[in-house]
């Protein structure tokens, strides 16, 4: 496996000692995190944010499996080596985060995994496909504003610029090369204390029903908790609650 540097942007106090990491979703990028970002470095948080391979500024590679996204961000870690105080990932970057915390106890202290795409069937998996290259191919601000009319304007900005920049090829693979897309046998052997902040399950949520009722099962270090009216994207769809429940978490887990 080889794995590639991934490229940082930073939000806050680069000298603070809680250090976030933020990993994006299929199609998005680094930039698409600044709700979170803004929101953990207001906090007094120090948020660093990474390209995922073949999106945004990171290098391009030849395969896109989620094992090979997760080895990326073991190598990403803060500049001194030691472990993130906390990491935060969405979608398959939220998958990819729970592979790397199943596979290496000191990668993160804590993770938070908004709506995980932990386990994808063969139909959800040509939906995303068919998705991201109608984004990739055709999508416009006014399109994006038109489908998101509750979207800030700068994630309408964000979204089209992010598809925009990321390799088709990359989108595609990162579907096609996942094909036993399934990563919770790592879930069991995650032990940092895990928030899932799952999307509406009427609005197409990736972690609701059984398939959650499963997941939480299997390690007593996660809880989970469902944002209203959000979709998919739910720091998106829901920003302010998002970061409510984040920093309403992380601060409840704090030691007096």
């Not at 090829?169 to 919770?184: G, H, I, K, P, Q």
């Not at 899932?196 to 972690?207: E, L, N, Q, T, Y």
């Not at 059984?210 to 997941?215: G, S």
């Amino acid at each position: 496996m080889s794995t590639v540097t991934l490229p940082r942007w930073h939000w806050g106090d680069p000298e603070s000692p809680r250090r976030a990491l933020l990993v994006h979703g299929l199609g998005s990028s680094a930039q698409t995190t600044w709700r979170l970002s803004e929101g953990l470095a207001e906090a007094g948080w120090s948020a660093t944010a990474v390209d995922l391979r073949g999106h945004g500024d990171a290098p391009r590679a030849s395969t896109y499996r989620i094992a090979d996204i997760a080895a990326d961000l073991l190598g990403s870690r803060p500049d001194d080596g030691v472990a993130w105080q906390l990491v935060v990932g969405h979608s398959i970057g939220a998958a990819a985060a729970a592979q790397a915390a199943g596979t290496d106890a000191g990668w993160t202290e804590r993770l938070v995994l908004l709506d995980p795409a932990l386990l994808l069937d063969e139909p959800a998996r040509q939906a995303v496909l068919a998705g991201q290259l109608a984004n990739h191919d055709g999508a416009t601000v006014a399109s994006i504003a038109e489908q998101f009319p509750h979207w800030h304007p700068l994630d309408v900005e964000f979204r089209v610029r992010a598809v925009k920049s990321a390799s088709r090829f990359a989108l595609e693979r990162m579907v096609l090369d996942n094909d036993d897309w399934d990563v919770t046998a790592f879930v069991p052997h995650i032990t940092a204390p895990t928030l899932v902040i799952a999307a509406d399950p009427d609005h197409g949520s990736m972690f609701a029903g059984e398939h959650a009722t499963a997941v939480l099962a299997t390690n007593p270090l996660l809880e989970a908790v469902v944002v209203p009216g959000a979709g998919h994207s739910v720091h998106r769809d829901a920003p302010e609650a998002t970061v409510r429940h984040l920093l309403d978490w992380l601060r409840a887990g704090e030691t007096p």
